[in-house]
């Protein structure tokens, strides 16, 4: 199945609120309100930061919001920390197969 | 407290097997489905197959069938993954996930570095 598309890079200052995006199609992004963002910190493994859109797991900063609109989520992070740095995946079941569909990855910069 | 525990870094030559491991604690380990995911160097995330270990049903991406082997065992709330002939290719971190109904992927293992060099 393709891939969710993701910029592969985006970049804020400290302070600042940056917005990722994942697009998708209508078999998945656009047909379930099942998407999912992951953070990773280099050298470590990926963390859950949003579930079902919009939904942050305990313990997850509400600096961290999500939304969708048709076939497009977003990521976005506000009051831009040093420690955001780090890669974001989003995800998206899909009803075609039982494997998510991942998108590319979005390397975050603060600058 | 829900965790997925990964067996350490492997280092092995190519045409060598190698099995590594998966072992959940803090649920029912066989009321979720347990994946592998891929990860090469510098790269994104790759699914690569999903066990329910409730009854062992197992999936693959066409493009890991017949190249690796998933299998669970539920007595010791453990997934494995499994090379029968490792590739210099086939270097890369391996990370289980459990699944949620919805495609969630809550709970990542550590990870499992394996290096496959001559």
């Known amino acids: 199945q393709s891939a969710l598309t993701q910029p592969a890079s985006v970049s804020g200052s400290p302070g600042q609120s940056i917005t990722i995006s994942c697009t998708g199609t209508s078999s998945d992004v656009g047909a379930y309100n099942y998407v999912s963002w992951y953070q990773q910190h280099p050298g470590k493994a990926p963390k859950l930061l949003i579930y079902d859109v919009s939904n942050r797991p305990s313990g997850v900063s509400n600096r961290f919001s999500g939304s969708k609109s048709g076939n497009t989520a977003s990521l976005t992070i506000s009051g831009l920390q040093a420690e955001d740095e780090a890669d974001y995946y989003c995800s998206s079941y899909t009803s075609s197969s039982i494997f998510v569909v991942f998108g590319g990855g979005t390397k975050l910069t603060v600058l | 407290e829900v965790q997925l525990v990964q067996s350490g870094a492997e280092v092995k030559k190519p045409g060598e097997s190698l099995k590594i491991s998966c072992k959940g604690s803090g649920y029912s380990f066989t009321t979720y489905w347990i994946g592998w995911v891929r990860q090469m160097f510098g790269k994104g995330l790759e699914w690569m197959g999903i066990i329910y270990p409730g009854d062992s049903d197992t999936r693959y991406r066409p493009s890991f069938q017949g190249q690796v082997t998933i299998s669970a065992d539920k007595s010791f709330s453990t997934a494995y993954l499994q090379w029968s002939s490792l590739k210099a290719s086939d270097t890369a971190m391996y990370y289980c996930?459990?699944?949620?109904?919805?495609?969630?992927?809550?709970?990542w293992g550590q990870g499992t570095l394996v290096t496959v060099s001559s």
């Open positions: 996930v459990r699944r949620g109904p919805t495609g969630t992927m809550d709970y």
